[in-house]
């Protein structure tokens, strides 16, 4: 199983980006997909999350501004961000969780290679 994301780049201030993310391989099924962020300096934090379908939860830094969506018939999930502030600059990691490969097989973790975000000017 693997998670490719793409669509990271260079905009500035208020500018808007999508971000994609696959996840193809042998896969049954999965539970939450949903992205994460690391800026430098600083820890690996979570951006939004989101399960089958259903339930959206970006976190409060990002609510209004990062929209989360994903096709639960192509394994994808995809990030819209509008408004972005430079304080959004990070490597921003997909990531999919309960991801099965047989029915009675144990759902394992995996994360994307990371996708670089910078915001400025």
């Known amino acids: 199983v693997q998670l490719q994301a793409s669509g990271g780049g260079l905009v500035q201030p208020g500018g808007s980006l999508r971000l994609d993310c696959a996840a193809s391989g042998n896969i049954f099924s999965l539970d939450n997909m949903g992205w994460y962020r690391q800026a430098p300096g600083k820890q690996r934090e979570l951006v939004a999350l989101?399960?089958?379908?259903?339930?959206?939860k970006p976190v409060d830094s990002v609510q209004g501004r990062f929209t989360i969506l994903r096709d639960d018939f192509k394994y994808m999930v995809y990030l819209q961000m509008n408004s972005l502030e430079p304080e959004d600059t990070a490597v921003y990691y997909c990531?999919?969780?309960?991801?099965?490969?047989?029915?009675?097989?144990?759902?394992?973790?995996?994360w994307g290679e990371g996708t670089q975000v910078t915001v400025s000017s």
């Open positions: 990531y999919a969780d309960g991801v099965k490969t047989a029915p009675r097989r144990a759902g394992k973790t995996y």
């Open positions: 989101i399960s089958s379908g259903v339930g959206k």
